[in-house]
């Protein structure tokens, strides 16, 4: 059974940094584009992060500076550093692989994080 499992979410003040970690069983994901995605209360599902196979990595532009993605394939594992935290970024964040791009259609998704940034 696959699984993808989120951890490192919480609470933190605005200005201080998180680091969400994704790991995943059930099978490799060497080959697969894997990343992040976040939604907050009352709107759309929106990507953060991903990187694929190669390395190759692509943020949208809200984020650039601040988080940083990364992943240890032997760990079968992806993370995302999130500094400089801002109210905009309070929401739940998920952990999702494809084989080719991530998108919100992707095959497989974790349960979920919770972001909250406070004043």
């Known amino acids: 059974q696959v699984q993808l499992v989120e951890s490192g979410g919480g609470l933190v003040q605005a200005g201080g940094s998180l680091r969400l970690s994704c790991a995943a069983s059930?099978?490799?994901?060497?080959?697969?584009?894997m990343g992040w995605f976040r939604q907050a209360p009352g709107k759309e599902r929106e990507f953060v992060a991903a990187i694929n196979w190669s390395g190759s990595i692509i943020y949208t532009q809200s984020v650039k500076g601040r988080f940083t993605i990364s992943r240890d394939t032997a760990k079968n594992t992806v993370y995302l550093q999130m500094n400089s935290l801002g109210f905009e970024d309070t929401a739940v964040y998920y952990c999702?692989?494809?084989?080719?791009?991530?998108?919100?259609?992707?095959?497989?998704w974790g349960q979920g994080t919770q972001v909250t940034v406070s004043s």
């Open positions: 059930g099978r490799t994901f060497s080959n697969y584009a």
């Open positions: 999702a692989a494809n084989r080719m791009v991530l998108t919100t259609a992707s095959q497989y």
